[in-house]
């Protein structure tokens, strides 16, 4: 496709359920982001690749956070044991890297609801 | 630690009514400073980005600018299309990372 797909775009989980979140990024895009958008707010850094190596976790908030990038592609964000807390929309973004590492490409989030 | 803070956090105008929109940044040496526009339910979409005090930035209805401690995102004779969340982010030199402020929820009236 054209641009930053995610999926899926709505999970409903209980709490200590865990969830896998997938990012398929723009095609050839070396960066790969992870941000958390709590209501309201605006993104929150959660993790950073350059192709398939993740060189910025310094955002993920608790060992329960897990993400990869095993080709340089598709990237998985996977939360263990979801707490209320966790409940958020996960926004993936993709950029070309170089000198424009701040144009990134949004995917349309995935909205994670904790019950 | 990097910051950035915008102001107000919601705007209302009527059509054709200007206005401009505040982001104040602290940061560690700055690479760029970035403009991004979000609709309800749909991920952040790339305006400007602003590397050193004095730059101007146009995109048919906005224009940002940027000073040492502020950018501004002045919206002339704006439309009701224009109504959106307008993020302000920094990234400090050496770093990859986006820090962004809460936003502005803009709303334009017909």
């Known amino acids: 496709g054209a641009g930053v797909s995610q999926s899926p775009r709505y999970k409903v989980a209980k709490r200590g359920q865990d969830v896998a979140l997938r990012c398929d990024p723009i095609s050839g895009h070396v960066s790969l982001f992870w941000y958390q958008q709590a209501l309201g707010q605006g993104p929150e850094f959660l993790t950073y690749?350059?192709?398939?190596?993740?060189?910025?976790k310094s955002g993920l908030p608790s060992d329960r956070f897990f993400a990869e990038r095993p080709e340089g592609s598709v990237s998985t964000l996977k939360i263990q044991r979801t707490q209320q807390e966790d409940s958020a929309v996960y926004l993936c973004?993709?950029?070309?890297?170089?000198?424009?590492?701040?144009?990134?490409?949004f995917g349309e989030g995935s909205r994670l609801t904790v019950l | 630690e990097d910051q950035v803070t915008q102001s107000p956090e919601a705007l209302r105008l009527q059509e054709g009514e200007s206005s401009s929109l505040n982001c104040s940044y602290t940061?560690?040496?700055?690479?760029?400073l970035f403009w991004y526009r979000q609709d309800p339910g749909k991920g952040p979409e790339f305006l400007f980005t602003?590397?050193?005090a004095g730059e101007e930035k146009e995109k048919e209805r906005l224009k940002a600018t940027l000073t040492k401690k502020e950018s501004f995102l002045h919206i002339t004779a704006p439309k009701p299309e224009d109504s959106a969340t307008y993020l302000c982010?920094?990234?400090?030199?050496?770093?990859?990372?986006?820090?962004f402020g809460q936003g502005t929820r803009l709303t334009i009236n017909p």
């Open positions: 940061v560690s040496g700055l690479r760029g």
């Open positions: 982010a920094v990234q400090a030199r050496g770093a990859q990372k986006l820090v």
């Open positions: 602003l590397y050193s």
């Open positions: 973004a993709s950029g070309r890297g170089g000198a424009t590492t701040g144009e990134l490409f």
């Open positions: 690749f350059q192709n398939e190596a993740q060189l910025d």
